[in-house]
């Protein structure tokens, strides 16, 4: 039995970042507590406390910009909490799952985020073996978060909402979600997605270019993933 921890990044296109992106990771449920352990183990090197709060929240977003819980840390420590996240991602036993819709491509630019989540549930769906089963847990801050429990439903009963839509079998129950400050494996997850639209290049300055090095050292192909449209 595995849990699939998601998030999202919306498209920023006037920071030339085009891309909508939904990832997230899949967790064996017997891996959930050593990964955990290992994420509380940074939280009280960095803020002597593994309690679950938005003051000991990892939030990529606000490391990047040293903002919240990181704004008293300066270039160097930022780089290296990052580090060691994406250390922790990488030697996770975890099936890593992402899609990137291009929203300048798309015609259909007000249903970005519903054709991104389906797009993501058929990758989870292909990530599981015959006998494997996930349920979905996302970031309660994701604003679409009823529209997902919404589609989610349909496309259970349905599959998925195109001519080439799979059914989905392998994701049990409805998508749960929960506040990222409340879950170490939801701010994991959102970790992998700063991981992912980091290499579509859309980040500039030092801490950026300080980082693409960082992540050359680490394996972090995802299992599944879908880039769209293409061309």
């Known amino acids: 039995m595995y849990v699939t921890y998601f998030d999202e990044v919306k498209a920023q ?6 891309y909508y992106f939904v990832g997230g990771i899949c ?3 017997d891996k ?12 009280i090197d960095l803020f002597e406390t593994a309690e679950l709060t938005p003051e000991t929240c990892f939030h990529a977003r606000l490391i990047h910009f040293k903002k919240g819980p990181f704004g008293n840390m300066d270039f160097p420590a930022r780089l290296a909490v990052l580090k060691r996240l994406t250390e922790i991602l990488a030697n996770a036993p975890v099936k890593r799952i992402y899609v990137a819709i291009d929203h300048e491509k798309l015609k259909a630019k007000h249903k970005v985020a519903e054709i991104a989540f389906a797009h993501f549930c058929e990758r989870v769906e292909l990530a599981m073996e015959k006998d494997e089963r996930t349920i979905l847990i996302g970031d309660l801050d994701n604003q679409e978060f009823k529209n997902m429990i919404a589609d989610f439903a349909k496309y259970r009963t349905n599959g998925t909402p195109w001519e080439w839509g799979i059914r989905i079998t392998s994701i049990v129950d409805s998508v749960h979600f929960a506040r990222s400050h409340h879950s170490r494996m939801i701010q994991l997850a959102d970790i992998y997605l700063y991981t992912v639209s980091h290499r579509f290049g859309s980040r500039k300055g030092g801490l950026a270019d300080a980082y693409a090095k960082i992540l050359a050292e680490y394996d972090l192909f995802p299992t599944r993933y879908k880039v769209w449209p293409q061309g």
Do not use: F, H
Not at 13 to 18: A, G, L, M, R
């Open 27 to 29: 967790v064996p449920m």
């Open 32 to 43: 959930i507590m050593e990964i955990e352990a290992q994420l509380n183990q940074l939280a």
């Open 13 to 18: 296109p006037s920071q030339d970042q085009n």
